[in-house]
């Protein structure tokens, strides 16, 4: 039974977290859905791990492609990734269920403190995922490094 960790970015952007979180997940094995809500921001994303693929190739690609299912971290705006994940990372908002937090190792939220509706969003999510007894971690980078400001253990 995975956990949902939330992600409040406050000092740096997406595009630099993000190969972090993606580092750290291909280290303990796991596939990696990165779930947006438009395709334009997924290619986006892509073109920005590329970029940063000079200090460390992260290989990854865009869904509907023809090896989707090969792939250890597939960029898609919908459910259910062909590469049959252990991890879904949530960004812009995507929507993750409950029931995928409980089927997956992990499920990461990670949202734009500087954004009023991200913020706004994120703080449903958790209700929602805590409320139907999901485990959550709650992360912040206000201080200039990640610490955990708030947990909720999952219901037995």
Request: hydrophobic share 40%; aromatic share 8%.
């Amino acid at each position: 039974m995975g956990e949902a960790y939330f992600y409040h970015l406050t000092r740096r952007p997406l595009e630099a977290t993000l190969p972090a979180l993606l580092a750290r997940a291909r280290h303990a094995g796991w596939r990696v859905e990165v779930r947006g809500r438009d395709a334009a921001r997924m290619a986006w994303l892509d073109e920005q791990l590329w970029l940063d693929a000079k200090d460390s190739f992260l290989p990854h690609g865009i869904a509907g492609g023809p090896h989707d299912a090969d792939q250890p971290i597939l960029l898609t705006t919908g459910a259910g990734a062909a590469n049959v994940p252990q991890c879904v990372m949530s960004v812009d908002g995507a929507d993750i269920a409950p029931d995928e937090v409980t089927a997956l190792n992990r499920v990461c939220v990670i949202f734009d403190g500087n954004d009023e509706a991200a913020l706004k969003a994120a703080r449903v999510q958790w209700k929602t995922l805590t409320d139907a007894g999901c485990g959550a971690q709650y992360w912040s980078e206000e201080s200039g490094r990640w610490e955990m400001k708030a947990q909720r253990e999952a219901d037995n």
